[in-house]
Structures are given as C-alpha cells and as structure tokens.
C-alpha cells in the first residue's frame, strides 16, 4: 500500500493477459477430459434419482437428486453464510482501523492503543450527563448502573461497557472540571471528549462520543442514553443480540416530530425551512432518550465527521446523518416505556405492568419530561418497579 502506484494500463494488460491464459488452460483441460471420456456412455434413470455413468473413464460421476444432495447443499448454504458473515467482520474491522486514524488526526481524546489492540466489546454505552447532574449520576449508580468489582466483572464478562460521557468547561482546568477529576478518582467511570460542554452543542457531543468510542472499544454496537433514564442492562444486551451479524442497524422509538420554527420555544430549528413548508413533520429518527447504531454505522459518523451536518436537535442530527444510506431502522417500543405515576402527573404506567406479566423494558421514562419525571428522586422506586432484578444480565446468552 505505501509502494509506487502501478499505472492504470498496466493493471489492465495483466489482467487481460491473466484472463487469457486462464480460459486457454480451461479449454484444453476440458477439451481432453471430454475426449478420454467419451467412450461409450450410458444413461441410466433410477426412480427419484438421475445417475450419468461413463465407462471408459478412471472415474465414474453420478449427478443425484435425494435427500443425500440436499444434505450437501444445505451444507454449501451454511459455509457460504459463514463466510459471507466473516467477510462482513473483515470490512467492519477495516472501517473500524480507518475510523480510529480518522480520529486521532483531528485531535480527540483516544486511547493509545492501535487499531489492532482496541478491546474488544459487546456493547459500549454512553451516558450523556452534565456538570450540574452529579445527583442524576449517583442515583443510576445506585440502581441500574454496576460499580467498582461488578462494573468490571460486566465488561470482562458480557464485553459490556458503561461509561458517563462529558466534555470540559469553557476554562479547562476550572472548578467544574476539578469536580470531575475528584469524581472520577472515585469512581472510574467517565468517558472523557475534548469538546466544551453546552446543551445547544448536543449534536457535535454526540458525534464525537461515537468517533472517540470508535477509537477506544471494537464493538458491535454503541448505545447513547440521557442520564435521567432508566435501563435494564440485560434487556438491552438481549434485544442487541437479535441484530448482531446485521449491518448498519439504527435502533430506538421512532418519532416524527413536529419542526418548531417560532423562536424562543423548547426545540426550536433554526434551520426549519429546509424541511418544507410551515407545519411539516421532521423524517422519521429515534428519540434522543437512548438509540443504538451498529459498529459500521459508528465508523461511519467518525470517518465522516467533519463533514456531517449538525442540526438544533441531536436526535434529528443523528437520523439525518443516515438519510440516503442502506440503513434498517428498527422501531423497538420496548425502549421507551412510561413509568409508574407520582404526585407531579407523569402519565406513563407501562414498564410496572409489562415488568409484572414478565415482559420487562428495556428502558423507561416519561414523555412529558424527556425523562423521568423528577429523576434523583424516582428513581429508586423506578428501579424497583420495573426493574428486570439483578442476576439477570448474567444469565443473557449472546
């Protein structure tokens, strides 16, 4: 790859000379087989079966048709899908190589590992969070997000990783940023991005969580959610696991959202005149709580970041970076169920009563908070309601 680039010409004559000389050697191989084999032949009919003999020949060939011929065909079925999916595993791992140098060209903050030694995961998930949310963190560390021992256990295990996604201050180095350091001396568990934290820079924290998470894990998938929201690790490895040898899957609630375009009110885009006329919906997307993307598509936001354009909403930025690729979209309502009510009306009931006829979610919040409703508070009572319980994630064949 780094030697002199072979002319175009060059290539070509080769490669017609190569055809040739392969179609010469096929002609008289066939040719003489043809010829010494064409003494006396019989054709036999035997019932269900078709057998040709040759005599004359050092070897007798049978064409049949029974179960025996379908066993064998079955067989070819099986090692071509095995080997389609290993090649599959060999482009990801390439787009992979590319996407990390991709990204310690522009200057993110990435492991020093090569390409070769990223570790290798199941699962990496991401939870957005704030300098202001310390509260937020601790509560998801005391239900459903493990810690210390069992965190690692987790991620040796099961290959899944957990990590709380920030940025820095606007002055590096700063109180905010002291905060963090002493935080993560406590805990381990920050997924650290060179980029300043504002909530109206979602879209670019967002593309650079999946570029530097890129650069860090070779996963199969990587998962995004907010830190007001709650999650059955189990649940989400085994909904994963459906869609693990598929390319270029993109999984959440899909929404078709309304495109504000008055200034000044929650979610306003001020580019809404791309999407039509007044009152148009926005393209289907997953909802910004938590979506998944499969390892191509994460490679393919780090290669491309640069020129990925980033909208008011992070959400809508992400759908739009998939819009005119081969991309499914699975809608998986199991992701966004409502929970139990409280005294402020969050009105969604439904991850309490799955949870007890056996069909656990995968993660809940509240529609009319973007979250759970008054989460620091809820969310132990979250978690013991709808809860999938705490041996369950190790019990998830993959």
């Known amino acids: 790859m780094r030697g002199k680039l072979v002319p175009g010409k060059a290539i070509f004559i080769l490669c017609m000379a190569s055809f040739l000389a392969g179609s010469l050697f096929t002609t008289r191989t066939w040719t003489h087989r043809s010829y010494s084999c064409n003494n006396d032949r019989q054709l036999q009919f035997i019932p269900n079966k078709v057998a040709l003999s040759r005599t004359g020949c050092d070897q007798n060939r049978k064409l049949i048709q029974g179960d025996d011929h379908s066993e064998d065909i079955m067989g070819e079925v099986t090692k071509t899908h095995q080997a389609i999916q290993s090649l599959d595993k060999t482009v990801s791992t390439v787009e992979m190589e590319l996407a990390v140098g991709r990204t310690s060209q522009t200057g993110h903050q990435v492991s020093q590992d090569t390409p070769q030694n990223l570790r290798k995961a199941f699962v990496v998930i991401g939870i957005n969070t704030a300098f202001s949310s310390r509260k937020r963190r601790d509560s998801l560390r005391e239900t459903w997000m493990p810690r210390g021992a069992k965190r690692a256990r987790l991620e040796k295990e099961k290959g899944v990783i957990i990590r709380f996604v920030i940025g820095h201050s606007a002055t590096p180095g700063g109180v905010l940023d002291r905060a963090i350091d002493a935080e993560e001396e406590e805990n381990k568990d920050f997924l650290r991005l060179n980029h300043v934290e504002g909530y109206h820079e979602l879209s670019s924290k967002t593309r650079l969580y ?29 909904t994963l696991a459906r869609y693990r040898y598929k390319p270029r899957i ?79 979209h699975v809608d998986d309502r199991m992701m966004c169920c409502g929970t139990p009510p409280d005294n402020v009306g969050c009105e969604y009931l439904d991850c309490e009563w799955k949870t007890q006829v056996g069909n656990v979610c995968v993660a809940s919040f509240d529609w009319s908070c973007s979250g759970i409703c008054k989460s620091v508070e809820r969310m132990k009572d979250v978690h013991n309601t709808c809860g999938e319980g705490d041996g369950f994630v190790w019990n998830v064949e993959l």
């Open 210 to 238: 999946f570029s530097t998470a890129v650069s860090m894990w070779d996963a199969d998938f990587y998962v995004k959610i907010d830190d007001d929201v709650h999650l059955n690790v189990g649940m989400l490895v085994r």
């Open 250 to 328: 993109y999984i959440g609630c899909m929404k078709s959202g309304p495109v504000l375009s008055q200034k000044g009110v929650k979610y306003y885009e001020p580019e809404f005149w791309k999407f039509g006329e007044e009152g148009n919906k926005y393209f289907r997307h997953a909802t910004g709580q938590i979506y998944a993307i499969s390892k191509d598509l994460a490679a393919y936001i780090s290669i491309n970041a640069p020129i990925l354009h980033r909208y008011a909403n992070e959400d809508v930025s992400l759908g739009s970076w998939f819009i005119g690729l081969e991309v499914e």
